[in-house]
């Protein structure tokens, strides 16, 4: 007998318990970004790999190491979408968007090849959500008021604001020239990661999840001291635009980010309720993003939400959405009220909205049908039989209750409405 074939590791599915959830959480983001005015893109899952080694950074973790790339063929390298920022900006300039003010957002499946575990996966699901053309920092402080908005409608708790600022190209060189002296002086100190990162990416030393990296990055110089005049100005006016809100936050100088296209801003919502993913909503500023992929410089920012992680958050604090179930079950015995239930379904469907009912089928006698509908979690059980053909009425049983009712056909959605 042949072995049976599981999905790949890290590669989830998500089960029919569940995706009521999901289906919840995806309508609320859709409210909420649709009410700030932003509007949906779709783009493709698979790339090219230069869009994301040019946007990323070559010297990063996801393009060194957790990209699933491969040649086509006709010899092409090719990515699957390690994140959605990349392909968003690729799509605006390709689709002449790129130079009007725009506030897009998309949701899909991401790819990276990492260590499984929870929170984290091989394929994995993100909401994006980009705004291009608009200089900052009001068009920042929107984005971190409508992440606040959405916690709120989903009634999320447990999450906490730290944001930051990159500052200019020009000044976060200079400042990675004073990092990278610091960390020299305290060589012997770094782990194989930050000894790896030290000539390439010094910045990511910051973002250090060691425990034993803690009070070497504590002692760092801070970017916050080494930014630029314009980078300062407008970092200030977000936190006074923030206060002004009312939206509580953190200055967290260590945040900088795994991406190389983040500059000026930079934001996350984390939480201690996940383990060590504790990133639940990240983003910042990109305004070089545009010029690195060939096109003429634009201003930008955006966010991206991990929807596991974010599920996996409403959980743990007891905030999933009640989900409606099943309203009714329609049993039918006998070859009669099999061929009439179908059409008793149907004008339920027409004459209640959103009434969600199951017609059996496969046949069975009255118990085995009886028992589906109890499984079914339904909350009325409509009987129909023989007897119940001949006089056009319907069986109506509460399933909490036990209680039953005879109810004529066409008195049928009245009923089952009051």
Known sequence: MAESIRSVRGMNDILPDVTPYWQSVETTLNKVLSGYGYQEIRFPIVEKTTLFSRSIGEVTDIVEKEMYSFEDRNGDGLTLRPEGTAGCVRAAMQNGLIHQTQRLWYMGPMFRHERPQKGRYRQFHQVGVEAYGFNGPDIDAEMILMTARLWKELGLTGVTLQINSLGSIAARLAYREVLIAYF???????????????????????????PEMQALNEGAPKLLEHLDDESQQEFTALCEALDQAGLSYQVNPRLVRGLDYYGKTVFEWVTDQLGSQGTVCAGGRYDGLVSQLGGKGATAIGFAIGLERLISLLEATNALPEIRGVDAYIVAVGDAAAKQAPILAEQLRDQ?????????????????????????????????????????????????????????????ANYLQS
Not at 384 to 399: A, Y
């Open 184 to 210: 020299e002086g305290h060589q012997d100190q770094l782990d194989e990661d930050s000894q790896r990162r030290l000539h390439t990416n010094p910045l990511r030393i910051l973002d250090s999840k060691n």
């Open 352 to 412: 209640i909205p959103d009434f969600k009912l199951i017609t059996h089928c496969g046949g069975g006698s009255f118990k085995s049908q009886f028992k589906q509908a109890d499984r079914s979690g339904a909350r009325w059980t409509l009987i129909l039989g023989e007897d119940e053909i001949s006089q056009q009425v319907i069986g109506v049983k509460t399933m909490a209750t036990g209680e039953q009712q005879t109810v004529a056909w066409d008195a049928l």
